[in-house]
């Protein structure tokens, strides 16, 4: 027989017997759900073991709990009631330690009454917050932080807002994370 003679038929594959085609049954779909699940399960679980012994796990909580306490230190150190001083003074010094603290104290009876003659009250708001360096092994940060600052002097209905840019030092304490120094950020001209 030459190709010209053979037949259209013949140039086909046989078919396979019915038993080697592979049947999803129940069983063979639960077996490879399960096989997925442990391998999803041995991946993940692997990326959590890694991520415990991260070191940026614990930068990242000292960063957030270092922007939280300074972002309350500049409300604290910017809010007063002329007509409740020694809480407010008493504030400033709770948020502040070392050079800062030393600072308050010393001149505490001055700022009861200057704030008394000027008879304003202030209130604080944070508009924005950065921490900018962090040192954890010395326990120091520099966070700078926005605030809009309402004044209002007694008798006047129309409070006055300024805004103000700060640079806090903050240290960490027994206590937590407190100012050390603030300085207000200058704008370039």
Same mark, same amino acid.
């Given at each position: 027989?030459?190709?010209?003679?053979?037949?259209?038929?013949?140039?086909?594959?046989?078919?396979?017997?019915?038993?080697?085609?592979?049947?999803?049954?129940?069983?063979?779909?639960?077996? =490879?759900? +399960?096989?997925? %699940? &442990? !391998? /999803?399960? *041995?991946?993940?679980?692997?990326?959590?073991?890694?991520? @415990?012994?991260?070191?940026?796990?614990?930068?990242?909580?000292?960063?957030?709990?270092?922007?939280?306490?300074?972002?309350?230190?500049?409300?604290?150190?910017?809010?007063?009631?002329?007509?409740?001083?020694?809480?407010?003074?008493?504030?400033?010094?709770?948020?502040?330690?070392?050079?800062?603290?030393?600072?308050?104290?010393?001149?505490?009876?001055?700022?009861?009454?200057?704030?008394?003659?000027?008879?304003?009250?202030?209130? =604080?708001? +944070?508009?924005? %917050? &950065? !921490? /900018?360096? *962090?040192?954890?092994?010395?326990?120091?940060?520099?966070? @700078?932080?926005?605030?809009?600052?309402?004044?209002?002097?007694?008798?006047?209905?129309?409070?006055?807002?300024?805004?103000?840019?700060?640079?806090?030092?903050?240290?960490?304490?027994?206590?937590?994370?407190?100012?050390?120094?603030?300085?207000?950020?200058?704008?370039?001209?």
């Amino acid at each position: 027989m030459t190709v010209l003679d053979k037949t259209p038929t013949e140039d086909r594959p046989a078919a396979e017997p019915a038993g080697r085609r592979l049947a999803v049954t129940p069983v063979t779909a639960l077996a =490879a759900l +399960v096989a997925l %699940a &442990a !391998v /999803a399960a *041995l991946f993940f679980g692997g990326r959590w073991v890694l991520a @415990l012994n991260d070191d940026g796990l614990e930068l990242a909580a000292q960063r957030e709990a270092v922007l939280v306490d300074a972002r309350q230190a500049a409300i604290n150190l910017n809010t007063l009631d002329y007509r409740d001083v020694a809480a407010g003074l008493d504030l400033w010094e709770q948020t502040s330690t070392g050079l800062l603290l030393d600072e308050f104290r010393a001149n505490r009876a001055e700022y009861e009454q200057v704030i008394a003659q000027a008879r304003h009250v202030t209130v =604080a708001t +944070v508009k924005d %917050a &950065a !921490v /900018a360096e *962090l040192d954890v092994r010395s326990g120091v940060a520099r966070v @700078l932080v926005a605030i809009d600052v309402e004044v209002r002097p007694e008798g006047q209905d129309q409070p006055m807002i300024t805004r103000q840019r700060l640079e806090l030092e903050m240290t960490r304490t027994d206590q937590g994370w407190k100012a050390s120094r603030v300085m207000p950020v200058r704008t370039p001209s």
